[in-house]
């Protein structure tokens, strides 16, 4: 590379079967406040939020386990990273009447810039991607 360098902000918190969804909420609310979102991209934020809180209950009611949550600023994307112990990767399903749940994945989809799932050892990870608009794209601070 010539001189350039990647920086990047970045946080993680575990929440056990027993913490509910609205903690990763305010958590991550926090984290978004600290970046600015919540007044200057304000329905990014609520994308966000939205999206932590399918895949929170995603690893917390369909894959029985705790889950760990990564948010990463890179000044491009935020990425928001899942992961629980099941290694069943998520799809989209068309919404269905026959069943009160089952659209999480298909909010995703909608919400974020951009998603994916991928198997690991131990389990999966769902990462998801979110660009605010450009005017309130702001660098990381060192």
């Given amino acids: 590379?010539?001189?350039?360098?990647?920086?990047?902000?970045?946080?993680?918190?575990?929440?056990?079967?027993?913490?509910?969804?609205?903690?990763?909420?305010?958590?991550?609310?926090?984290?978004?406040?600290?970046?600015?979102?919540t007044d200057d991209a304000p329905q990014t934020a609520d994308a966000v939020l939205l999206t932590i809180s399918e895949l929170v209950t995603n690893a917390h009611v369909h894959a029985h386990s705790s889950a760990q949550l990564v948010l990463?600023?890179?000044?491009?994307?935020?990425?928001?990273?899942?992961?629980?112990?099941?290694?069943?990767?998520?799809?989209?399903?068309?919404?269905?009447?026959?069943h009160v749940g089952g659209r999480g994945m298909l909010l995703v989809d909608a919400l974020a810039d951009e998603w994916q799932a991928r198997a690991c050892p131990d389990g999966?990870?769902?990462?998801?991607?979110?660009?605010?608009?450009?005017?309130?794209?702001?660098?990381?601070?060192?």
Wanted: charge should be positive; include cysteine; aromatic fraction near 6%.
């Fill in 72 to 98: 990463t600023w890179d000044t491009r994307c935020l990425h928001v990273a899942v992961h629980d112990a099941s290694t069943e990767l998520p799809t989209p399903r068309p919404p269905s009447v026959e």
């Fill in 1 to 37: 590379m010539s001189g350039s360098s990647v920086k990047a902000v970045g946080w993680a918190r575990s929440l056990p079967l027993n913490s509910g969804v609205k903690a990763a909420r305010d958590w991550a609310r926090a984290h978004l406040d600290s970046l600015g979102w």
């Fill in 124 to 142: 999966k990870i769902v990462h998801a991607c979110f660009r605010p608009p450009a005017s309130t794209a702001k660098p990381v601070r060192s």
